[in-house]
Each structure stands twice: as structure tokens, then as C-alpha cells.
């Protein structure tokens, strides 16, 4: 498995959002338990930042950042990435973006609690929950 994060996962852990951080903290354990299994998008890492930050402190954001690329990899996300996003049919580019970054760097799902803005991604999302099952099975 090569999961990409979005976003909303990483925040669901350093923030420990009820009833979300649980699900959240094991898909990003899991990850970090398989060094280079794990994705994450460059640009969520600066949107991850900017938002830990305020609502916590920059240090915090720095610092778990810091930890995530440990066992993490940042999927490459340049020209040809742009150009694919701006080719799928999502809504949200952002999303898109997330999509192309996970297509290109080979993963096998974008973990998210959005799935709804993943459902023309090339990429299968599923939820924290569903990918922790997921890892329990193989």
C-alpha cells in the first residue's frame, strides 16, 4: 500500500479533533511504522502549516512536519502534475492537485474525509476508518 494524506488527516491528528483523531493518528502511525510507504502533498504540508499555526503555535506545525517527513515521503508535484490536475474534472483544484500528485507518485489510495471531492480522482479515496481496515487485511 502507498497511501497519499490529505490534508484533513493530518489536522484531524495534530489538532486531535474528536471522534477524528483516533482513525487519523492510525493511518499516520501506520505509515510512519512503513518508511516510504506514506505521501504526503507539498502543498497540504504549507496549508497543514498555516492552520496548526494559528490554531496551535508555528513551532508545533514545524515540529510535526519535521516528524512526518521522517518516514514520509513528498510526492512531486511540478509542471507535469499541474498540467494532469488541470485536466481532471473536479471542483475543487486543490483536490485535483492532491489527485495528480497521487497519480504520478504511484500511490494506491488518497486517504481523505472528504471523499466526496475524490469521486473523479484517478486515485481510489477512502476514509482513515476504511484504510485502517484495509491495512488490517493485508
Known sequence: ??????TNVLLDVALRRPGLHEASGA???????HPGAGLLSVHSLA????????????????????DLIEGMDVARLDNIEVKRAL????????????????????STHIVTRNLSDFRKSPVKAVAPEEFIRLTAKS
Open 47 to 66: 496549508t497543514f502549516s498555516y492552520l496548526v499555526g494559528r490554531a496551535a503555535s508555528p513551532a508545533k506545525a514545524r515540529e510535526f512536519i519535521a
Open 1 to 6: 500500500m502507498r497511501p497519499l494524506l490529505d
Open 87 to 106: 485536466t481532471l474534472s473536479m471542483a475543487d483544484f486543490e483536490d485535483a492537485l492532491i489527485a495528480a500528485a497521487a497519480e504520478s507518485a504511484g
Open 27 to 33: 493511518t499516520v502511525a501506520w505509515c510512519l511504522n
